[in-house]
């Protein structure tokens, strides 16, 4: 009798258990996508994954997960679903353990991952993707503002767009486009320039944000400057009196020419250079490589002393991408950043540009919004929109230096580097090969000439050669650039990706 009732009351239990993993694996996630871990590992590289770990009796999360599935069913960038219990094991927590996890409603998300394309050394084996612990409250609104805020999305419950959402469409179609041009010449200068920059008088903050900053449309923004202290201030003899002293870093290069690409073969050690199997095979372009300036720490004054005695020689100084915060801190008085972005747009960068005034930039582009201030001569800019960067040949180049020696006054390619520029096109639009690079055909210039007080607006990733020349009164080119947050990004370097909306900048919306 013992026997026969613990038998029952053994086979009770068993009931009981299976009874309670009955109702929670599959039963209880009806109509949810079932991720293995290997699922999560491959999906990560193009969305956002929140999954249920261990529901058990919580039918009301399982309803929450319901309706968040429907709400981003027409999004591809979000993934919602539960992991298959096999897999509970594998899972990776964001500085945690696997005993730490709870035994009843835990929520685990996945980022996105990022594409790293900064290296094209990858390393021998793939880390696993870390799941973030979800620990706000667990209801339909407060996971869909959590999902939406976190992968860049913009859906309701009922799966629509939010205003946010339409206004980002709305911009993304609305990009400016440079014109068709009639011209079909492609013997001399750059190809196919299509117009001139708009040209327009200090604008209103609607006007700006609505015509051009949300259209990501390149604008010149004439007599601009004309009340900065700097615009008078700024002589030659003032600089030099005021910071002589001062070690600054200079870039040297032959004829005025910054970062053109070059064979490899012309430099030094080219015989005995090897990049990796793995990398050679990622660079499209060989046999080229960006070459990157000599770099001479001098002082301030032999600078300027540099710059009056190299404008009749085939030697150029150049004082570029210098930080004013950094190097000459007290000159950011006399400037001002434009009056109608002022609280809107996040600086990163304020640089000053001093040169003899032969200098010219080679075709890139920058990852920030750019407002260029010409201060003394004038730069004229080549720019080519970033939405078709297959045209411009996007890609990894490899890196070369320069180096020079001011007793002698010569230059020697030094070296090939062990690292690549990311920004740079190969296209030498003076002088373009077409039959390496066809496509560069279909590309469209803007002729943009900023003078003394001007102000050019290019938005991020705009691509732009740059050709400086001097002024009358000074034989010197002198600008300042303010480099800001961008509100349009892209990965790069990748020809076919597209712009987006930054997400820094979502409250615009």
């Known amino acids: 009798m013992v026997d026969a009732w613990y038998n029952r009351l053994f086979m009770l239990h068993v009931f009981s258990v299976f009874t309670l993993f009955a109702g929670m694996n599959p039963a209880s996630f009806e109509g949810l996508d079932e991720y293995s871990f290997s699922d ?110 976190n ?103 032959p004829n005025g020419e910054y970062e053109g690409c070059e064979k490899a073969h012309n430099f030094d050690n080219f015989k005995e250079f090897e990049f990796p199997d793995e990398v050679k095979s990622k660079l499209p372009f060989l046999d080229l490589v960006v070459v990157r300036p000599a770099f001479l720490e001098i002082p301030f004054s032999a600078f300027m002393e540099t710059l009056q005695s190299s404008n009749n020689t085939d030697i150029s100084a150049y004082l570029e991408y210098s930080s004013i915060p950094s190097l000459l801190p007290e000159l950011e008085q006399d400037i001002k950043e434009m009056p109608f972005i002022l609280g809107e747009l996040k600086r990163r960068h304020l640089n000053i540009w001093l040169s003899n005034g032969n200098t010219l930039g080679k075709l890139h582009f920058d990852p920030f919004d750019n407002f260029l ?15 078709e960067n297959t045209r411009l040949y ?63 607006f290019m938005p991020s990733y705009w691509w732009h050669e740059v050709q400086s020349y001097p002024s009358k009164k000074e ?6 650039n303010f480099w800001y947050e961008p509100f349009f990004t892209k990965e790069f370097p990748c020809a076919s990706c597209k712009m987006d909306t930054n997400s820094y900048y979502h409250h615009m919306l």
């Open 475 to 480: 034989a010197r080119n002198l600008a300042v």
């Open 373 to 387: 201030c010409q201060i003394s001569g004038k730069k004229q800019l080549f720019i080519y929109e970033p939405h």
């Open 394 to 456: 996007e890609a990894h180049i490899q890196e070369a230096s320069l180096a020079y020696n001011p007793v002698t006054k010569k230059f020697r390619n030094q070296k090939l580097l062990q690292s690549t520029s990311m920004v740079m096109s190969p296209v030498n639009i003076l002088k373009p090969d077409y039959t390496r690079f066809p496509k560069f055909k279909e590309a469209r210039a803007l002729n943009c000439t900023i003078n003394e007080g001007d102000v050019l």
């Open 151 to 253: 992968c860049a999305t913009f859906r309701q419950l009922d799966g629509s767009l939010s205003p946010a959402g339409i206004k980002r469409e709305k911009i993304l179609q609305n990009l400016y486009r440079v014109p068709n041009s009639l011209d079909t010449s492609y013997d001399s200068g750059p190809v196919n320039i299509a117009t001139t920059c708009e040209r327009i008088r200090l604008p209103s903050k609607d006007k700006f944000f609505q015509e051009y900053y949300l259209r990501s449309k390149p604008v010149v923004i004439t007599g601009a400057l004309k009340h900065w202290p700097a615009f008078t201030k700024w002589t030659s003899e003032f600089l030099t009196e005021r910071f002589g002293s001062k070690k600054v870093r200079v870039a040297f290069a």
């Open 40 to 149: 999560i590992s491959t999906k990560v590289n193009h969305c956002c994954i929140l999954v249920a770990l261990l529901p058990a009796e919580d039918s009301s999360l399982v309803t929450v997960l319901l309706e968040l599935s429907q709400a981003f069913e027409d999004e591809k960038r979000v993934k919602v679903g539960v992991l298959q219990r096999t897999d509970l094991k594998l899972v990776v927590w964001k500085n945690k353990t696997t005993r730490d996890l709870r035994e009843d409603t835990d929520l685990a998300f996945y980022h996105r991952k990022k594409v790293d394309r900064t290296c094209l050394l990858r390393p021998s084996w793939e880390k696993p993707p870390i799941a973030e612990r979800y620990v706000g409250p667990r209801t339909t609104e407060e996971l869909l503002k959590f999902l939406n805020s």
